[in-house]
């Protein structure tokens, strides 16, 4: 049995974990520096390597899965200094922590490590990093400071993340289809959509199939390939909100301090190859999350 630790327990990845992790014969801790009534969690603020070893060796932790991240695409262009303690420092520390126990870190990054160039077939791991604001600046850095270090690490970078938990685009547009005439969303940008259980599904494969040569980077998101507008529309039809006109724009009709990716599609060859992981397809996770929101 392995004792799992998870940070940033309370966000869309994190509890889903929760639930992953109810089916499994590990033991897991659950951390995070947000407390909700209601839900165990144990206070760990990652950007303070002292805490993080205290943790690590008095809990005996054998792997960390790191959900915790600054997100805030836009807002992480004033908050560089912020978004860089939390995507860059964090990770380090919890690699150095690995790193002294020969365990394991599972850490969550982005496509926003991609952007830059402009590519109209999917992105593979190895391919240069070319991001174009502070967000994804830091998630590179945090990837790079991970492998520095030399832990056994698996970089997990996801996209389009969605769940039954906190704020996220399918939720946003489960509420605005059923309470608006008409929506405008943008078409010119490209990618898949990723239900977070799946992905935390597949982080479990990971941690149970690891056997220490497979460290490195790896890419996970649904199958297929859609835009924003594509995947808007397909929401409002699953949820039944089919009244809402959803039409597409130019994602110059929503200006923003940062260019985001035109195309963020991710090859997922390399990760069903290593561990076997099965992957749903776009469509056929959307349902399951919107029943599951509907069925609340």
Known sequence: ?????????????????RIVAQSSSDSYIFTDIN??????????????LK???KI???????????????????????????????NRQAPENLAIAMKEVN????????????GGDSYNIPYKEEQHGTPTGVYGCTK???????????????????????????????????????????????FDQAGTPTYALDLARAIAV???RFDGSQTGVYHYSNEGVCSWF????????????????????????????????????LDKTKIKKVFGVKIPYWTDSLKQCISNLQNQ
């Open 1 to 17: 049995m392995k004792t799992i630790l998870v940070t940033g327990a309370n966000g869309q990845l994190g509890n889903e974990i």
């Open 35 to 48: 407390h909700i009534d209601g839900v165990e969690t144990t206070y760990l603020d990652i950007t303070d």
């Open 51 to 53: 805490a993080v070893h």
């Open 56 to 86: 690590v060796t008095e809990h005996q932790v054998n792997a960390i899965i790191n959900c915790a991240a600054y997100t805030n695409v836009d807002k992480a262009e004033e908050d560089v200094a912020l978004c860089t303690l939390l």
């Open 103 to 114: 365990g394991l870190l599972v850490h969550i990054s982005t496509d926003y490590v991609f």
């Open 140 to 186: 590179l850095l945090g990837e790079q400071a991970i492998q520095v270090v030399g832990c056994n690490h698996v970089i997990i970078r996801t996209a389009w993340l969605y769940s039954e938990f906190g704020k996220n685009f399918c939720k946003t547009m489960m509420n605005l289809t059923a309470t608006k005439p008409q929506l405008k969303v943008v």
């Open 206 to 208: 990971v941690l149970e």
């Open 230 to 265: 594509d995947f808007a529309k397909i929401i409002g039809e699953y949820s039944g909100k089919t009244e809402c006109d959803v039409q597409p724009c130019h994602s110059d009709e929503f200006p923003s301090p940062v260019k985001r990716p035109s195309y963020s599609v």
